[in-house]
C-alpha cells in the first residue's frame, strides 16, 4: 500500500518548491509534441504469451499491430497491421483467446460504438460483430475461458435500452441471451460467464435484479434511490455472493460482500475515511482477490495477497520514481504488461517475468517529450467561500518564479467525474507555454463520498461555480496570478463552466477557451442520447426540471447572458457531438456575434465529443496557443 496520506499542499510550499530551486531554461516543444500519437502503445500480451499486440500508426491513423514473442518474452521479427482503419484510430482493443483481436469503432465521434473481431493470422477481414446503423454496442463479459464467444449487449432492437447476446467472434453469429424490458442500465455475469445480475431504474429508483441460474426469472432484492449505491463488482469465487462498493448508510462508499438473499452487506473488506472505495481486483487462474484500488490525491493500492505483493515490491524497486501498473497478463499469470509513469512523463511500458523478475522494455510512450523539462503537478486545497474543502492540482511552470504568472483555470468535465495526479498533456502544454494551471475537484466531483456530491445537485452556475471562482481568488491572493492575465478553458462541462465564468463573473477571466461546452440547459436536456433517456429523471433531480424549475434553469444558462460577456471566446465543437449537440455551440457563438462581438469557431464534421483524430488536434491546440498568447 502507498503510504501518501491526502494532504493539503499550501500555496506558499508550491512556491517555495519551485522558487528556491536554479531557474532554467526549458526548451520549448512544438505543440504536435504534446499531442501526436505514440509510434507504439496499448501493449496487450496474448493469453499464450506468443504474440504482443499494440496500436501504432497506419494508413495515418492508429491501428492494431502484433509481434511474435520467443521463448523468453523478447519481441522477435517485424510487427505486422492486423487493422486498417482509415478515419478513425482505434478506439481499444483486447484479445479474445489468443487467436483473435476484438476492437472498437465509431463513425465520425458519433460514439455509436461497433464491435469488431480480427483473427490473428490475418486470413480474413475484420468481422462488424454488430453491424447496423445507429446502434452502439458494450461488452458484457469477454468470456475469458470461451475462446470462441463473447457477451455484448445492444441497442438495434429499441435505441433507449441493451439486449444481451451471446456472439461467436469468427463468424459474428448471435444468440440472444436476454431482452430487455425496457428499465434495465445494466447486466453482469458470475465466474462462469452466466447472466446473474441486472440493475434497473425507473429515473431516480435503482432495483438490483437477481437469478440463481440462468433458467430462473430475474427478481428484485432490493431497491435504492439514486444517491444510494450498492454497485455490484463481481462474484465471490463460488459464485453465491457479491462484492460490491456500496454507500448505504454511510457517505463514504467501502467495499463489502454482499448476500443476494438477503440484500445486505455482510463482511466489510476495505473502507477509508476520506475516499470513496471501488476499486477491487483478482487473479482469475488462482481464485484470490488480489489488490483494492482507491483515490486520494493520486491512485493508490491495498494488496491482499503475498505473489501480488511480491511483483509490486519488485517492480517499484526496478522503477524507482515512477508508479507501476500491470496493464495485461497472460492466462497463467507469469507474465504481465507493466506501465512505469508519474505526473511528468507518460513513460514506458515493459514485459516482466514473474518467475525470472526480468523487465523487457518495450518502449516509451513519448521519447521526445524529455521528462526534465515537463511540470510538477502539486495537489492543493482552498476552502469555499461556505467552508467547503476543495482539492486541485496546481502545475506551475519550470524554471519561473511563481510570482504575478498568467494562469489557466480548467475545470474538468463530468461533471460527476474528477481530476487525479497524472501526466496530462494538455497541463504540461500549457506550462511549457508558461502558464500556471489549476484543476479543482469543485463540489460534485466524484470520489469524495456522497455529501460532497449531492453538494452539487441544482448548483450548475451557483456553488459550483463558485468553487471554481474562489479558487481563482486564492490564487490571486496567494500572488501566483496575475489578475490581469487569467484564462478559463474546459471541455464539456468544463466548457459549460468556462462560459459560465465568463458569463456570470465577467471582470474575472482575460479569455476563454470553450471545448464542446453546454450553453442552454434547456436545449441541452432534450438532446441527449435516447439511451440516456432512463437516466432523465435523476438528471432533473441533479440539474434541474425544465418545466419546474424553468427560471433557476434560465439563470444558469449563459447563453441568455451573453451582454454580460467581455472576455474574447474561442469555441470549437464536433459536428456529430452525441452528448453535447452542435447546437449549444452554434446559440452562444451566434448570440454574441448578433452582439458584434466576433467569437473564433472551429467545427469539425468527422468528429464528436471531443477531437481524437490528430491533425484535428493539432489545428485545436495551435489556435488556443495563438489564442491565449494574444490576449494573456
Sequence with gaps: MFSDPFLPFPADRAMTSTSTSAIRLVKRYDVRDFFRKPERSSYRISPDGRHLAFLAPAQGRQNVHVQALDEQGVPTGPARALTGEAERDVGGFLW???????????????????????????????TDLTPYDGVRADVVDDLIDDDAHVLLSHNRRDPQVFDVFRVEVATGKEELIAQNPGNITGWATDHDGRLRLAVATDGVNNTLLYRDTEAEEFRPILTTDFKESVAPLFFTFDNKRIY??????????????????????????????????????????????????????????????????????????????????????????????????????????YLYDAASRKLTKLGEIQPWLLERDMAPMKPVRYTARDGLKIDGYLTLPVGVTPRNLP?????????????????????????????????????????????????????????????????????????????GRIAIYGGSYGGYATLAG???????????????????????????????????????????????????????????????????????????????????????????????????????????????????????????????????
Design 244 to 349: 460490491v462498493s456500496s454507500n448505504r448508510g454511510r457517505d463514504k462508499a467501502a467495499l463489502f460482500e454482499f448476500d443476494p438473499h438477503t440484500a445486505r452487506e455482510g463482511a466489510l473488506i476495505f473502507e477509508h475515511p476520506e475516499v470513496d472505495v471501488s476499486g477491487l481486483a483478482y487473479s482469475h487462474r488462482r481464485k484470490v482477490l488480489t489488490e483494492i484500488g482507491y483515490v486520494t490525491w493520486k491512485a493508490q493500492r491495498q494488496v491482499l495477497d503475498p505473489a501480488t505483493a511480491e511483483i509490486y515490491a519488485d517492480l517499484e524497486s526496478q522503477l524507482r520514481g515512477y508508479e507501476v501498473a500491470l496493464q495485461s497478463e497472460t492466462r497463467d499469470e507469469t507474465r504481465f504488461v507493466v506501465a512505469a509513469y508519474n505526473d511528468r512523463t507518460q513513460g514506458a511500458r
Design 407 to 483: 494562469v489557466v483555470i480548467h475545470p474538468h468535465g463530468g461533471p460527476w467525474a474528477r481530476d487525479t495526479w497524472g501526466y496530462n498533456p494538455e497541463v504540461q502544454f500549457l506550462a511549457n507555454r508558461g502558464y500556471a494551471v489549476l484543476q479543482m475537484n469543485f463540489r460534485g466531483s466524484t470520489g469524495y463520498g456522497r455529501k460532497f456530491w449531492e453538494a452539487s445537485f441544482r448548483q450548475w452556475g451557483r456553488a459550483m461555480q463558485d468553487d471554481i471562482t474562489d479558487g481563482v481568488e486564492w490564487l490571486k491572493r496567494e500572488g501566483i496570478a496575475d489578475p
Design 96 to 126: 479474445k483467446g489468443p487467436a483473435h483481436i476484438l476492437y472498437v469503432k465509431d463513425f465520425g465521434g458519433d460514439e455509436n460504438f461497433h464491435l469488431l473481431s480480427v483473427p490473428l493470422d490475418g486470413a480474413s477481414e475484420p
Design 502 to 632: 465568463i458569463a456570470f463573473t465577467p471582470d474575472l477571466y482575460a479569455a476563454a477557451v470553450d471545448y464542446v461546452g453546454v450553453s442552454n440547459l434547456f436545449t441541452f436536456m432534450n438532446t441527449i442520447p435516447p439511451y440516456w433517456k432512463p437516466f432523465l429523471d435523476s438528471m432533473h433531480e441533479m440539474v434541474g426540471d425544465p418545466e419546474r424549475d424553468k427560471d433557476m434553469l434560465h439563470a444558469a444558462s449563459p447563453v441568455f447572458f451573453v451582454d454580460r460577456i467581455k472576455a474574447p471566446l474561442f469555441v470549437a465543437q464536433g459536428a456529430k457531438d452525441p452528448r453535447v449537440n452542435k447546437d449549444e455551440s452554434d446559440q452562444i457563438v451566434a448570440a454574441l456575434r448578433a452582439r458584434g462581438v466576433e467569437v473564433e469557431y472551429m467545427v469539425k464534421d468527422n468528429e464528436g465529443h471531443g477531437f481524437h483524430n490528430e491533425e484535428n488536434q493539432f489545428e485545436f491546440y495551435a489556435a488556443m496557443e495563438a489564442f491565449l498568447a494574444k490576449y494573456l
